[in-house]
T-cell receptor, first 113, second 115 residues
Framework: KQEVTQIPAALSVPEGENLVLNCSFT??????LQWFRQDPGKGLTSLLL?????REQTSGRLNASLDKSSGRSTLYIAASQPGDSATYLC????????????FGAGTQVVVTP | EAGVAQSPRYKIIEKRQSVAFWCNPI?????LYWYQQILGQGPKLLIQ????????DSQLPKDRFSAERLKGVDSTLKIQPAKLEDSAVYLC?????????????FGPGTRLLVL
């Protein structure tokens, strides 16, 4: 059974500092991995999706890397801003599942002005 | 483009009562998901529909939870009877087709408190 772990559970950084969020998964037979953002009282918003054949994806200040063999993905957020404060979740789709994602518990990020 | 709509946004009930949640996915999205998110945890898939057929309901507690998607559009999720441990946020998501686009679009969720 796929287990998805995110460490740390919470993180506080001053504005301008780079953020590094980690996601690990136990079964490397994944189809893709997706990073989401969740604001309090709201649903999830997709940030980046990395296919299993890719090593990284970038969008603006966000960069996500994937190392399938070691079961790890990292989300980098450059030059953090208070508006980046949210919970970030990673989700893994197994090769045998169709559209079904296994989520980690998330990392709660606070960026202080 | 309108997003995924859910109602109600909040619900408070007593244990053993029944409750129903409604979801309207993005127009044209064939796949619909219901997730349960307990405080401090990631969302857990309860049921996945493709049009009006069930693709995966392996984690749905079928003795008390039921879901339907009539005509392949709107969906309702029902809990009867509710237990204290059902207190959670229930998220609905939709996607165009997992074989064509993986991105799932989430609604704001329904926050359920069972007393």
């Amino acid at each position: 059974k796929q287990e998805v772990t995110q460490i740390p559970a919470a993180l506080s950084v001053p504005e301008g500092e780079n953020l590094v969020l980690n996601c690990s998964f136990t079964d490397s037979a994944i189809y893709n991995l997706q990073w989401f953002r969740q604001d309090p009282g709201k649903g999830l918003t997709s940030l980046l999706l990395i296919q299993s054949s890719q090593r990284e994806q970038t969008s603006g200040r966000l960069n996500a890397s994937l190392d399938k063999s070691s079961g790890r993905s990292t989300l980098y957020i450059a030059a953090s801003q208070p508006g980046d404060s949210a919970t970030y979740l990673c989700a893994v789709r197994h090769s045998n599942s169709w559209g079904k994602f296994q989520f980690g518990a998330g990392t709660q990020v606070v960026v202080t002005p | 483009e309108a997003g995924v709509a859910q109602s109600p946004r909040y619900k408070i009930i007593e244990k053993r009562q029944s409750v129903a949640f409604w979801c309207n996915p993005i127009s044209g999205h064939a796949t619909l998901y219901w997730y349960q998110q307990i405080l401090g945890q990631g969302p857990k898939l309860l049921i996945q529909f493709q049009n009006n057929g069930v693709v995966d309901d392996s984690q749905l507690p079928k003795d008390r939870f039921s879901a339907e998607r009539l005509k392949g559009v709107d969906s309702t999720l029902k809990i009867q009877p509710a237990k204290l441990e059902d207190s959670a946020v229930y998220l609905c998501a939709s996607s165009l087709d997992p074989d064509r686009e993986e991105t799932q679009y989430f609604g704001p969720g329904t926050r359920l408190l069972v007393l």
